[in-house]
């Protein structure tokens, strides 16, 4: 069975960093992506970013292109997501989820295994 654990979440100022890590185990195959997503109070969970390995490709949303980088430690079996230039609208609950026939989807309902989710609070 696919488990993830989430950590890494916490308070910091505008332009301040964090990096997340999502630690995984039980996939049966090397092929599978990993998302980001969050969910803020009132708003629907949205994708951050996905990492695909089988097509070793990323994929990031459009508010935290040039912000966000998603990259893994395949010794580890875990997956970073290092948040720099963070802003009080990237408050959320963040989450990390697999999808373990790597569909190469950043669609929330295509990722089969979800993680605890990590709280991340920006202040102004």
């Known amino acids: 069975e696919v488990q993830l654990q989430a950590s890494g979440g916490g308070l910091v100022q505008a332009g301040g960093s964090l990096r997340l890590s999502c630690a995984a185990s039980g996939f049966t195959s090397d092929d599978y992506a990993i998302g980001w997503f969050r969910q803020a109070p009132g708003k629907e969970r949205e994708v951050v970013s996905c990492f695909s390995s089988g097509l070793g490709n990323t994929y990031y949303a459009d508010s935290v292109q040039g912000r966000f980088t998603i990259s893994s430690d395949n010794a580890k079996n875990t997956v970073y997501l290092q948040m720099n230039s963070l802003r009080p609208e990237d408050t959320a609950v963040y989450y990390c989820?697999?999808?373990?026939?790597?569909?190469?989807?950043?669609?929330?309902?295509?990722?089969?295994?979800w993680g605890q989710g990590t709280q991340v609070t920006v202040s102004s």
């Open positions: 989820a697999a999808d373990p026939w790597d569909r190469g989807s950043w669609i929330p309902d295509d990722y089969d295994y």
